[in-house]
């Protein structure tokens, strides 16, 4: 009996010591081992009046405290897509950013959009793609444990999705997932809402514009300043008669595509009418084959409307090569060889252009340029005798033609700029006081100006 | 005969700039204007057949009319042909890894082919070498351009100098004696570098950036009306 | 005078400048000599605060190295890259590289097998380094890794999982790490790493940037940037100090491995000037004569080519930008000449 007691208490003693560790153990294995509560009332809806591709994803917050939660995860399934399909997609997705990346920092160095893309492209090729994890569940992000609400973007407008959160606790352990949402299609609304600033704002410039012409038709004189280089476009044709030397026209190296291209094109429309009066020679190398069929075009109408259309020759407007070097390699020996006495460099250039301004002036030729490329604009000002500056050369067109509608426009351009200073003006005098004052109000001002209006 | 160079063109113009628009704004016709911007790159497709006719044409011409340089037109024409043969042949393309037994099914750019070869080793040292004439060019400029001639000249000039010596050795040692962490810090040459490219070159480009957009707006608004026809023709 | 400079043919002119850039780039390559960089403050604090990482926690730093950049930039940005691994190499920081642009692997890679595998082979995979590869998602990945890293990175660039890797261990969030090194030339980048991780997390961040973007980023440091390069300029003062800080390391390496007490080899090594006239004084009679050259070259050998890219440039940038000036100058000259005798300029 004795040793029973003995036994008895021994094994009292452990089963109690055990238990006291038991309870030692047991609020830290409750924290490290037991999983936070789950999230509810988990909610997702498509984002109305966007462009599509985002959900709105609302829950209720876990039963777990804030401060015992490192935050929740969202987890997306994409139902009309297998898993093999969404890893060609992820593929494809990095190559293409990869290759956009590449591309913008190529082009701030002044490479042609067209090289610097070919550029990416050769240099991505090369690189392994980035492994897609084709698990049935994506994980969209994670936010932190004092938010309820997320904003999935990117998804495929015309993909079916559902979604779940599930809460993390402090030592990294998931809770249970919520049950699934239904299922969701991030649509596009009829009308993008975001846009609506901008279209706000387009619809004030094009009234401004309208009614200037409509101002400008029923008589109204609209004085335009003298635009220096656009005068000078006489004197540049007609110091090449006097030398007897031929006219060089290049009209930037980007397709008709570009706005710039168009612009040249006008330009050389009514450069080719005053060379055609003065029976001066035009030469047009372009860099793109349909900038060379659009300046015959324009030359051709030039020279018939002067009455000379014996004069035109369409060999003279030739194309050269689409590459940027290659283009101003060639140009720059010609005009070593054949020193035009006048060059025009009307249009889109990169780091060419002050190649050709610098070649141009060694052969003595008097040169007028005209880009909307800021990049380039210093070199063609250091180095020519006329510069276009930005939208001096958009409105070369109505200058030269010096019609009342083209004028008009250029009026309701300046409307423009008014709206754009008192933009200006409002942002940047909200601001500072925001950060004189630190005012909330003020802040939320700033963001609604930068994130909806200037962000649309 | 109008119609054909004139009214249609303008209907196309108008029709296009429209759409591409409203896809900018109506989520339903964003596609379409995907769609009406791909027969820009078709018709290009195409304008390169007209653009590599034109430079046969033009320099067989040269090379038969003996013009002085006729050999340069030679050389023109011979690496012309050359890689338009080894491009479309895909001569050295190594067979596709996925379809290995399918002819020309190698990729024409990959390395190790011919192709790859022209670009590797004589286009891009070429392009290295007219990009890197710029230095020399940038170099005569200054030389002959950048006069004092008036007080915005000077400005430009002083400007000129504290960006090209405050990225250098030599800014620094000009202004080193001033002690960085003084109130006058800010007039070392490094830091009033940074300084002029951070505020004044930032505002200026901003409101070139400004008139452009503007011009490019009221420009386009022209053309898509028909009120600028002269890219078309001489203006009427 | 005045005449000769009114008449002068440009190619005198392209002549000068082919000699100022290929000339310093000659004799750089040649004799690896490159002009002294003084270290501007940003510079200094950048290499400051990674030196110091982890002396706070008394144990090996957790570095966390993102390259953000791509061949396009690798110009002006792979000098930093090598020269931090560099420097992080030699302090023996654990280097934990990721990448937030898809082309970043191969400039991880470069990193690797140009500095580590080459100049520090005793360091081991998984133990001393770790490559975790590129992540597609820019800031939101940075947000992610802020909370839970392994939810966003579950393997190493080779697929080894992370619980395999020893470095891992205890490593779940930004918050685990020491200090971030980040190297960027656009976005996502600089501004994003001070955004989502330093201000969030409050860790020491530092970084190397391309010189277009160096301006939008002063107004962070030094508060949230601990130190920044900007610019190839940048980039050639952080390898002068590396290059001198590495030198002197391995100086005071091997004097103490040859018996010479720790007090003395610090300020020896602080000279290496000295060290050849050291090396015949009775203080290193003890030395073999192998240790004596060994210690000789440390002190006055070439530095490697790979951390002299960035000086080097600044050889060709510094007499380019004075030629520069001289013919502003010079043209100014003859214009007041011009102006002062009645002619046109």
């Known amino acids: 009996m004795r040793t029973s007691t003995i036994q008895t208490t021994l094994l009292a003693t452990a089963l109690c010591a055990s238990a006291g560790v038991q309870v030692v153990l047991g609020s830290s294995t409750t924290s490290w081992l037991a999983p936070p509560e789950s999230p509810t009332n988990l909610v997702a809806n498509d984002l109305p009046w966007d462009g599509g591709g985002t959900v709105q994803i609302d829950w209720t917050a876990s039963a777990t405290p804030e401060d015992q939660l490192k935050g929740y995860e969202i987890l997306a399934h994409e139902l009309s897509v297998t898993p093999r399909e969404e890893t060609i997609e992820t593929d494809e997705q990095a190559d293409q950013a990869a290759a956009e990346q590449t591309e913008s920092v190529l082009e701030g160095e002044g490479i042609a959009p067209e090289d610097a893309r070919r550029q990416a492209e050769l240099s991505t090729g090369s690189f392994a793609p980035a492994p897609a994890d084709p698990s049935e569940w994506t994980s969209l992000g994670i936010v932190p444990a004092t938010q309820t609400d997320y904003q999935a973007t990117g998804l495929d407008k015309a993909g079916v999705y559902v979604f779940k959160i599930r809460a993390i606790g402090l030592e990294g352990e998931f809770s249970a997932p919520t049950a699934a949402s239904g299922e969701i299609r991030p649509v596009a609304a009829f009308f993008n809402g975001r846009k609506l600033p901008l279209l706000v704002t387009l619809m004030l410039i094009a009234s401004a514009v309208f009614a200037f012409i409509v101002l400008a038709r029923r008589g109204m004189p609209m004085r335009i300043r003298k635009i220096a280089g656009l005068a000078a476009v006489d004197e540049a044709v007609g110091r090449a008669t006097e030398m007897g030397r031929s006219i060089l026209y290049i009209n930037g190296i980007q397709d008709m595509d570009d706005l710039q291209t168009v612009a040249g094109v006008t330009v050389l429309g009514h450069v080719a009418k005053t060379a055609a009066e003065y029976d001066a020679k035009i030469e047009v190398p372009t860099a793109r084959s349909l900038v060379m069929t659009a300046a015959r075009e324009s030359v051709q109408s030039s020279y018939f409307s002067a009455g000379r259309p014996d004069a035109y020759n369409p060999d003279l407007i030739y194309y050269v090569t689409d590459e940027q070097f290659g283009f101003v390699a060639y140009v720059s020996g010609m005009m070593t060889r054949e020193k035009p006495a006048a060059c025009f460099y009307m249009g889109s250039f990169f780091a060419e252009s002050l190649i050709l301004a610098e070649t141009g002036n060694s052969v003595g030729a008097i040169q007028i340029a005209g880009t909307a490329n800021p990049s380039q604009l210093p070199f063609f000002v250091a180095a020519c005798d006329y510069t276009l500056i930005g939208e001096e050369f958009f409105a070369a067109s109505a200058y030269l033609s010096g019609q009342p509608d083209q004028l008009g426009s250029l009026k309701g351009q300046d409307v423009g700029k008014i709206l754009v200073g008192i933009v200006i003006i409002i942002g940047v005098t909200l601001a500072t006081l925001q950060a004189i004052t630190g005012s909330d109000s003020l802040e939320a001002a700033v963001n609604y100006l930068v994130n909806v209006i200037l962000g649309s | ?236 | 005078m005045i005449k000769l400079l009114e008449n002068l043919d440009r190619r005198w002119i392209f002549l000068a400048m082919a000699l100022c850039v290929s000339v310093p780039i000659l004799v750089i390559g040649l004799t690896g000599v490159t002009f002294p960089e003084t270290p501007t403050p940003l510079a200094e604090a950048f290499f400051a605060e990674v030196d110091r990482a982890g002396e706070a926690k008394g144990r090996r730093a957790n570095v966390l190295i993102a390259l953000d950049y791509d061949p396009a930039s690798a110009g002006e940005l792979s000098p930093m890259s090598a020269s931090l691994v560099n420097q992080c190499s030699q302090r023996g920081h654990r280097m934990y590289f990721i990448s937030l642009w898809p082309v970043g692997p191969q400039m991880i890679d470069d990193s690797i097998e140009k500095v580590i595998k080459r100049y520090y082979p005793h360091l081991v995979y998984g133990e001393d380094y770790v490559n975790l590869g590129f992540k597609a998602g820019n800031e939101q990945v940075i947000k992610v890794m802020g909370i839970d890293l392994t939810t966003e990175f579950r393997t190493d660039v080779e697929g080894t999982t992370l619980s395999k890797i020893p470095m891992m261990e205890g490593i779940t969030s930004l918050e685990d790490f020491d200090l971030i090194a980040e190297i960027s030339a656009g976005y996502p980048g600089s501004k994003e790493w001070v955004l989502y991780a330093a201000t969030q997390y409050d860790i020491p961040l530092v970084s190397g940037m391309t010189g277009v973007q160096a301006p939008q980023n002063y107004p962070y440091y030094p508060t949230q940037l601990k130190g920044l390069l900007g610019a190839i300029k940048g980039a050639a003062e952080y390898e002068f100090i590396v290059n001198e800080y590495i030198r002197r390391s391995r100086l005071e390496e091997l004097l103490v491995a040859s018996g010479l007490d720790p007090a003395v080899a610090g300020p020896l090594a602080d000279e290496p000037a000295q060290i050849p006239a050291w090396t015949t004084s009775a203080a290193a009679a003890s030395m073999t004569p192998e240790a004596k050259a060994d210690l000789i070259d440390a002190a006055t050998g070439a530095t490697p080519g790979e951390f002299l890219e960035g000086q080097r440039r600044m050889g060709p940038q510094l007499f380019a930008h004075l030629l520069m000036v001289l013919l502003i100058i010079l043209g100014n000259v003859i214009f007041f000449a011009q102006r002062r005798r009645g002619g046109s300029a």
């Open chain 2, 1 to 236: 005969m109008q119609i054909l160079t004139r009214s249609i063109p303008l209907f196309i113009t108008t029709v296009a700039g429209i759409v591409m628009i409203l896809s900018a704004f109506f989520p339903y016709t964003s596609d379409w204007g995907k769609f009406a911007g791909q027969f820009f790159n078709i018709l290009a497709a195409f304008a390169f057949v007209l653009g590599g006719g034109n430079l046969l044409k033009l320099h067989l011409k040269k090379i038969s009319d003996q013009r002085p340089g006729w050999a340069y037109s030679g050389v023109v024409l011979v690496c012309f042909i050359v890689t338009l043969f080894v491009g479309l042949m895909k001569i050295g393309a190594y067979p596709n890894p996925t379809y290995p037994s399918v002819h020309f099914g190698g990729e024409t750019q990959g390395s190790g082919s011919m192709f790859w070869w022209f670009y590797e080793y004589a286009f891009k040292p070429l392009t290295s070498t007219m990009f890197a004439m710029l230095a020399f060019y940038v170099a005569s400029a200054a030389f002959r351009a950048f006069r004092a001639k008036n007080f915005e000249a000077i400005l430009l000039l002083g400007t000129a100098f504290i960006v090209l010596l405050g990225r250098t050795f030599a800014g620094v040692l000009a202004t080193g004696w001033i002690p960085p962490d003084s109130a006058f810090s800010g007039l070392r040459l490094e830091n009033l570098s940074v300084y002029v490219m951070q505020v004044f070159n930032t505002a200026g480009t901003r409101a070139i950036m400004i008139g452009i957009a503007l011009g490019i707006a009221s420009t386009s608004m022209k053309i898509l009306l028909g009120i600028d026809r002269s890219f078309l023709g001489s203006g009427d």
